[in-house]
């Protein structure tokens, strides 16, 4: 074990960047706390952490271009932990990150529970209306920050998105785009097995048996090149790739198949 601070220590298990927030006598915050807490946050190559009045302002003064401190600092800190506590880590958020990267924490912590309604109407009190209408509306079903981006951009552009909808033969797929071009968000953890694979690659199979296109878009897809896969996103939304032949729009159930195998 080894002092960080006063009442405060470490040991080798301690994360680096809490260690070194410490030292500099500040508290991890922003989405760095979040991850810490559970949220899905987006990434970051940011240290984000908060200071007492009269402690140095900024990570170019320290020499430290990527710890980014938050704003107004505070005049004590509000308990002995080294993570700010949950409801200011939000605020902090909500002011760091722009539209798209607060409703993602936003509805990540109400989908984990770790936020309830009213956590959030209080989080977001103190934005202006113009910043609540870009967050809003969140959901309660957003199974990872993936899912949120990807379904935000489409329903920008008045594309009607169901999300984890179960399709009779294929399952439950996690965004279905118009009737029939099903977007499945993978990620590394849950879709690199070879049995996950093959599962996969059957209801991929199905899905396009029975009239479906599907676009599988992955973590760096996403989250790291997104201004190319948002632009493939764009062209296939005006080739209408996601909507179902004009005679049968009509007739199309929600979670039916567009087309019965013969």
Known sequence: MFRLAPGLYGSPLTPPHITQA??????VTCINALKLYGFWVPPT????????????RSGDTLGLPEVVLHDPPLRNWPD?????????????????LDDDGAAIVLESGLHEGLLSDADVVDAMSALSARR???IL??????QSGTETKVTRYLRKRGVRVRTQVEIPGIG?????????LIIECDSVLWHSSPEQVNTDRARDLEAAHLGYAVLRLSYPQIMVTW???????????????????????SVVVPGSPLRRPA
């Open 22 to 27: 410490l030292r500099r006598n500040h508290r």
């Open 45 to 56: 190559s940011s240290r984000h952490e908060a200071r007492l009045r009269g402690g140095r």
């Open 80 to 96: 002995p932990h080294p993570v700010l506590p949950l409801p200011i880590a939000v605020e902090h958020a909500l002011h760091c």
């Open 132 to 134: 609540r209408d870009g």
């Open 137 to 142: 509306p969140l959901r309660h079903d957003a």
């Open 172 to 180: 439950r797929v996690d965004l279905l785009a118009g009737e029939r």
């Open 227 to 249: 201004d190319q896969t948002s632009q493939t996103l764009l062209d296939m939304i005006r080739a209408d790739e996601h909507r179902a032949p004009r005679s049968l729009r």
